[in-house]
């Protein structure tokens, strides 16, 4: 992920408590009173109020208490007059001010001489405390602000109680605290049980935010864009929504770069856990060290329980003697790190009970990571064992003490039955994380793990990095030769499965034929392989094997008692293949599989086909279908929680977006998918698009041709059906010299398996290779054969392609005219897709074909018509191109290159106009972000759009441009027409 800078937090979610103190502030003397927890956002509170009623500060005196373990007399207030620095000789200071001569020994040439020294300490101290009021006084103090005053000493108390009780002028103060910290006979309780009657006192008790107000602090330190539900929650959840405690975790996340922007949004590439951030541990250590080693023992028990639980369930994980618990449980409690919440599902009480568990969770992981190894495994058989008893068992709390305290075979047990619950509840997340673990135990029996390979969804895991570590393990059970035939066909199967999860389709084609004749005669199992032998994954079958074998799959479906959410699954797998066979069947198949969300399955299969159908009808050339299906695929995926293929929908409508020509944003929408680990079909494709856009944008270069040839080596590698081919045209399209060699392997794929429906891609520039290199007779061989295996086939894009090959075959005879009018049907085929880049391209090469002729006109006004589009389209590469013909040929000499979003041409689009009104109004980039709800770097390319636009270089200049425009100016007119 590319480095994004942390911007400084919003006050989110106080306005309440922010307009009750600064009301306080406002008014006569006041006590105003700001309790909560470490990090709950005390201190922000009355720095945004301060800054409210008193803007420069000169009123208001700050002081805050340091933890010492002896306190400095009076130091929180005597360090804060220090850091005023008033000039105490202007002050008119009375004789009592000399006391105050050994508190600032600096200042003893302007101090009064010191008093003669009274009779008693109480008065000495009482002098004291009037002298330094009287400083505050004359300085212009009206609000005295004393932060962590639970650490005062007991003379800045006297002296806090002097200045909120005195006559006539008694002082408002603002005091902030921890509650925990506040002792049975602290002074501050004394304070606040006595209000003097003058003087307002006000109350305020923060708490944590909600998730919403948490996920505005997050998003205001990521450039204000979004923050995805899944991250607010997961936030929220593990910080209780304590400021602090969620700042420091969107660094720590920044940090290790596991945050990615996706469609203006922002997400944790995982959702799993994360580490305890340094402040948050140091502060937990602090507190916890105070503690006895009785109390340390109840801290680890909440900690290893995490689920709030009972007094006699606590009490039995820390393994003290009766006689020793009431104590330790006291002192544990004083701490404040425990407190009394909700039960939740699953956990050692029932649903709904109030239970003891710590307050936050991130606590709870400081105490646990502190704590020596094997107190937290003897602290986990206990736990074990106690919630053994519970009646239902908590089979998944089970797995997991039972596996912190190293006892396997028990582990094993409760892990097999919550996967099983998970599965039959279809909680395919928690069976696959389960599943994992259990596969690739080492101290597995193999027959125990093929007993287990085939619960495993393949789909569950896909994307996940743990699917790798799966193959590696079903590899090794069949390398160890301890299996049977059906068990061993199970596990072949399986890693077939999972081979295809990671993308390793060739070997996954190979796996699942070698499993086959193995496997049980009828039945789901053997459906389902044979269907994925259907897709076109082997390099060298022809399209009628992996026909034969949909056929063998369909005939084994229809002899078994197959359930009908499998039949769904297999359907949609048989659809699935026949689209990318280029089988006009699969449409009428893809009638018949229907929507069903009544499962978490039978969700998933219907946002796998929508999904899978939308890809398909891109590939064939129905855009229209195309998009209904992948918008339909983004919104079930999206709210039935599977991701990954609600990212593959995203992707795959950016690749429809370049391909119809909505590049508005496009490169900025692609540029995080191109980064994402583990997932090397949604990587590829946006490094494709987002390369072949930059180069439309700007031309070719090293870095492209670089790019575009991994793209290549690594989809030809994985055995990706249609990626290898489009890739290879692409990299031809940037080659410095034309190569036949650089398609000639996806082509000789193409033509030996005989699935035309690739061609769209990459055959056009074979044929240009080859007729450059004076391979005439092999090009018009192999056009030959396009022709007729795309005939009777209802693809758009196969009969635009084919009037591209028709145009450069005659352009290969030299007959130019006939040239001519194929690109004109590629042009007028491509535009009705529609695919206005390649339309435009196709106008460009029928007016080369035209320019030799005497009447130029036509060429010209077809170079212009190309111009404008690819102008339109913000193909400045190509326009610029374009316009070097026109000047060649002295047409157009008046236009200039000016790149606006297709549909607005040069006139500012109304995203744009949205933007330079606001600039007009002076603010900046950052607070147009937050009016607007985009990101920064929209809007600084909006901006820098609509300058272009406008010919000028300046926020300035755009917003007089704009302003005399009426904010609706046009750019000037492109190249002219007579």
Not at 91 to 117: D, H, Y
Not at 253 to 263: E, F, G
Not at 508 to 518: R, S
């Amino acid at each position: 992920m590319a480095e994004h800078a942390l911007d400084g937090t919003r006050f989110v979610g106080r306005d309440r408590e922010l307009a009750r103190v600064v009301e306080a502030l406002a008014g006569p003397p006041a006590l105003v009173l700001v309790e909560g927890e470490a990090g709950i956002g005390k201190s922000r509170l009355v720095r945004e109020a301060v800054a409210a009623g008193d803007p420069d500060g000169a009123r208001t005196l700050p002081a805050v208490c340091p933890p010492f373990l002896e306190a400095f007399t009076l130091g929180p207030v005597v360090d804060a007059v220090r850091q005023a620095a008033p000039d105490v000789a202007a002050l008119g200071l009375t004789a009592v001010a000399g006391v105050l001569r050994p508190l600032f020994p600096e200042w003893s040439g302007a101090l009064p001489p010191a008093p003669e020294a009274p009779p008693d300490a109480g008065a000495a101290r009482h002098q004291l405390v009037r002298a330094l009021a009287e400083l505050l006084d004359r300085a212009g103090v009206r609000v005295l602000v004393v932060e962590d005053v639970h650490w005062a000493d007991s003379t800045t108390w006297d002296f806090l109680v002097y200045v909120a009780t005195r006559r006539p002028r008694p002082l408002t103060l603002v005091l902030t605290y921890r509650p925990e910290e506040v002792a049975a006979g602290s002074p501050l309780l004394r304070l606040t049980s006595r209000p003097a009657p003058d003087v307002r006192q006000v109350r305020v008790t923060l708490g944590g935010l909600p998730v919403s107000d948490a996920a505005g602090l997050a998003s205001s330190m990521l450039g204000g864009a979004r923050v995805s539900a899944a991250f607010a929650a997961f936030l929220h959840d593990r910080t209780e929504g304590v400021p602090l405690a969620l700042e420091e975790c969107v660094r720590l996340l920044r940090d290790r770069d596991d945050l990615t922007c996706r469609d203006g949004e922002w997400a944790r590439r995982g959702l799993d856990e994360i580490a305890v951030p340094p402040t948050i541990r140091d502060s937990v250590t602090e507190r916890v060290a105070r503690l006895t080693a009785d109390a340390r023992r109840v801290l680890l028990a909440a900690a290893v329980l995490t689920d709030p639980v009972d007094e006699h369930t606590l009490a039995a994980v820390t393994g003290l003697p009766a006689a020793r618990w009431p104590a330790a449980l006291r002192a544990a409690y004083g701490s404040g790190l425990l407190g009394e919440t909700a039960t939740r599902p699953g956990g050692g009480l029932a649903a709904g009970r109030t239970g003891i568990a710590f307050r936050h969770v991130l606590a709870a992981r400081a105490v646990y990571d502190r704590a020596p190894a094997p107190e937290r495994a003897a602290a986990h058989r206990r736990a074990g064992e106690a919630l053994e008893a519970a009646v239902p068992p908590p089979v998944g709390r089970l797995a997991h003490h039972f596996r912190e305290a190293g006892l396997t075979r028990r582990w094993f047990g409760y892990a097999r039955q919550t996967a099983l619950l998970a599965l039959s509840s279809g909680d395919h997340l928690t069976a696959a994380t389960l599943l994992h673990a259990l596969i690739t135990e080492p101290t597995l029996p193999p027959t125990e793990v093929a007993a287990l390979a085939g619960q495993v969804s393949a789909h569950a895991f896909t994307g996940d990095p743990r699917a790798g570590e799966i193959v590696r393990t079903l590899r090794a059970v069949l390398d160890s030769g301890r299996l049977g035939r059906r068990d061993r066909a199970a596990v072949r199967a399986q890693l077939g499965r999972m081979l295809l999860t990671v993308g390793e389709y060739t070997e996954a084609a190979a796996v699942l034929e070698q499993a086959i004749p193995d496997l049980a005669d009828h039945g789901y199992p053997i459906a389902s392989a044979m269907t994925v032998l259907g897709l076109p994954l082997h390099g060298s079958w022809p399209v009628a094997t992996h026909l034969r074998w949909l056929e063998r799959a369909e005939a084994v479906a229809a002899a078994s008692d197959i359930g009908p959410v499998d039949g769904i699954e297999l359907r949609l797998a048989r659809m699935t293949a026949l689209f990318e066979l280029g089988e006009e069947s699969g449409w009428e198949l893809a009638g018949r599989v229907g929507a069903d969300e009544s499962s978490p399955r039978a969700a998933m299969l219907t946002a796998r086909f929508h999904l899978n159908t939308g890809h398909a009808a891109m590939k064939w050339g129905r855009y229209a279908d195309a998009r209904r299906y992948l918008a339909a695929a983004v919104d079930v995926a999206g709210r039935h929680g599977y991701q990954r293929l609600r990212d593959l929908a995203v992707v795959t409508t950016g690749h429809l977006d370049w391909l119809t020509g909505a590049w508005d944003g496009l490169d900025e929408r692609l540029a995080a998918w191109q980064e994402v680990d583990g997932e090397p079909l949604i990587r590829m494709d946006a490094l494709l698009v987002g390369t072949q856009l930059r180069v439309a944008r700007g031309g070719p270069d090293e870095s492209a041709r670089a790019v575009l040839a991994a793209v290549r080596e690594e989809s030809t590698r994985r055995g990706t059906t249609d990626l290898p081919a489009e890739t290879a045209g692409a990299l031809s399209r940037v080659a410095a010299r034309p190569s036949a060699d650089l398609t000639a392997e996806p082509v000789a794929r193409m033509v030996r398996k005989g699935v035309w429906l690739w061609a769209g891609e990459v055959l056009p520039e074979h044929l240009a290779a080859l007729l450059s290199a004076g391979r005439r007779g092999e090009a018009e061989s192999l056009a030959a054969a396009f022709e007729d295996g795309a005939r009777g086939r209802d693809a758009p894009v196969l009969a635009a392609t084919l009037a591209c090959c028709r145009a450069l075959l005659a352009e290969g005879r030299g007959d130019l005219a006939a040239a001519a009018a194929a690109w004109e049907a590629a042009a007028t085929a491509w535009q009705a897709l529609p695919r206005p880049y390649d339309a435009a391209k196709a106008r460009e090469r029928r007016a080369r074909c035209l320019l030799p002729d005497r009447n130029r006109a036509p060429a010209l006004t077809e170079l212009r018509t190309a111009w404008r589009e690819f102008t339109a389209l913000g193909a400045r590469h190509d326009a610029d191109r374009v316009r070097h013909v026109l000047d060649a040929h002295g047409a157009g000499t008046d236009g200039a290159w000016r790149p606006g979003r297709r549909g607005y041409g040069d006139r500012l689009s109304p995203r744009e106009l949205e933007v330079v009104r606001l600039v007009a109004t002076g603010l900046t980039n950052r607070e147009i972000a937050k009016a607007l709800s985009r990101s920064p770097k929209t809007v600084a390319t909006q901006l820098n759009s609509a300058m272009r636009k406008h010919g000028v270089s300046s926020r300035t200049a755009l917003a007089v441009r704009v302003t005399q425009a009426g904010y609706d100016a046009g750019g000037p007119p492109g190249p002219g027409t007579s």
